[in-house]
């Protein structure tokens, strides 16, 4: 909260208003509830006539949604209850993985030009199903750790390049509603698989993992073709 708080105040003290903001004051008497779906009819608007490879890459990032919703959530207790690894062990990994993403993120830049934006993220995307391979039959602290690593790559890999492709695709003046329905989508879509993974945990732990792989594999395919 303190570190979030700092973070807020710097922002507002350094970051100055681009956007060209055109006030309607017929607008002022609607609702909240009218300002809400405004929003979202005017960013699936926005979405419909935007290139295809918007498209594609807002259903890349909802199908990446639906994988981490049916994983993030249970990972640590799987680890620590059901694998029996101590929490400071699983610490250790957690540790090791942010350290190898943000070594990683150092020379990704470069990486990233060479190979192309398209690519990096089609490595990672291939990558998250890989891992969580890997994490489904981890049982010792070295499996964790090549699993951590190798979550590790997507991850910096993924970030600056995904976020390449989205700035390319999408023009600059609907970046703002875009941008939110690529927040919005994998939101919505993870709170219900979230509740499937918690009925597949008790049936059996490891399950939530290996239907992740489903909706992560699609994922990346959609991307090959975007």
Known sequence: AIFGVIAVSIRTKELKETHIVVRDTALEKYSLRFYIKNSLL??????????????????????????????????????????K????????????????????LLGVIVLVQRM??????????????VSNIMFA?????????????????????QTPSLATMEAEAIPKSERGKILAMFSIFPSLVSLPSSVAAGYLYNISPVSPFILSLIPFAAAALILSSA
């Open 42 to 83: 005017s960013g699936v608007k926005a979405i419909r006539d935007a290139a295809p490879v918007v498209r594609k890459l807002l259903l890349y990032v909802t199908l990446a949604g639906i994988g981490t919703g049916l994983t993030s959530p249970y990972v640590s207790i799987y680890i620590v209850d059901h694998l």
């Open 116 to 129: 192309g934006a398209k690519k990096s993220t089609l490595i990672a995307s291939v990558a998250a199903p």
């Open 85 to 104: 690894i101590s929490p400071i062990s699983y610490s250790l990994v957690v540790d090791l993985a942010g350290l190898s993403t943000v070594v990683l």
């Open 137 to 157: 039959q981890a049982k010792t602290m070295d499996e964790l750790l090549e699993w951590g690593v190798t979550g590790a790559v997507a991850t910096a890999l």
